[in-house]
Structure formats: C-alpha cells, structure tokens
Nanobody, 119 residues
Framework: QVQLVESGGGLVQAGGSLRLSCAVSGRIFSRDVMGWYRQAPGKQRELVAYITSENSTTYTDSVKGRFTISRDNAKNTLYLQMNSLKPEDTAVYYC?????????????WGQGTQLTVSS
C-alpha cells in the first residue's frame, strides 16, 4: 500500500526556518512527481512546490526564494526547506504524489503536518 507520512511541522517565530519531510513507501519513488500543498483553515488548498523525476522544481510565487523542495531517492524521502517564514505561511502542509504522469492531479496524499508561524 502506498503511504506518505509528513513530519517536521511545529511552531516557529517569523523569520525562522524549518524543514518538512515526507517518507514514501509502496512506490517507485524516483519515478513520481512529488508536491507540497498547504491549506489554512477555511482557505483553498494551494500547491506550494513540486519536483519532477528529473529534479526540475517549480514554486508558487509567494514562496520563491524562501522555500526549497528536494528529494532523496535513495531514502524515498521528499523535503521542503522553509526559510524566512512569515505568519501567512501558517497552514497544514501535505505531501502528495502524482503517479500517473498527468501533471495535473495528485493521487496519493499524506496526513498533513501543521506549521504555525508566530509574529
């Protein structure tokens, strides 16, 4: 069974840094597009960043220059390094896998990890 498990969330002061991790099992991880989404209460879910099997990365404008997505295929792990955090980054962050090559939808999701940034 495919499982994605996020970790690394917590409470951080504005301007601080944190790294999220996503451990993937049950997949040939290196073949998949992997993404990080976030969702604040009452707000629409947003794709923050994604990384392809060729290690091409894409970021939403609000996090460019601050967040870095990466993957370690040997460890079947996805990362999101978050620097210069702002209160508006507060959300539940989800790891997701696009396994069918659509480039549009993500078929598998983790349970989410909470990030709270205090001002």
């Amino acid at each position: 069974q495919v499982q994605l498990v996020e970790s690394g969330g917590g409470l951080v002061q504005a301007g601080g840094s944190l790294r999220l991790s996503c451990a993937v099992s049950g997949r040939i991880f290196s073949r998949d597009v992997m993404g990080w989404y976030r969702q604040a209460p009452g707000k629409q879910r947003e794709l923050v960043a994604y990384i392809t099997s060729e290690n091409s990365t894409t970021y939403t404008d609000s996090v460019k220059g601050r967040f870095t997505i990466s993957r370690d295929n040997a460890k079947n792990t996805l990362y999101l390094q978050m620097n210069s955090l702002k209160p508006e980054d507060t959300a539940v962050y989800y790891c997701a896998a696009d396994t069918d090559g659509s480039g549009i939808t993500y078929e598998y999701w983790g349970q989410g990890t909470q990030l709270t940034v205090s001002s």
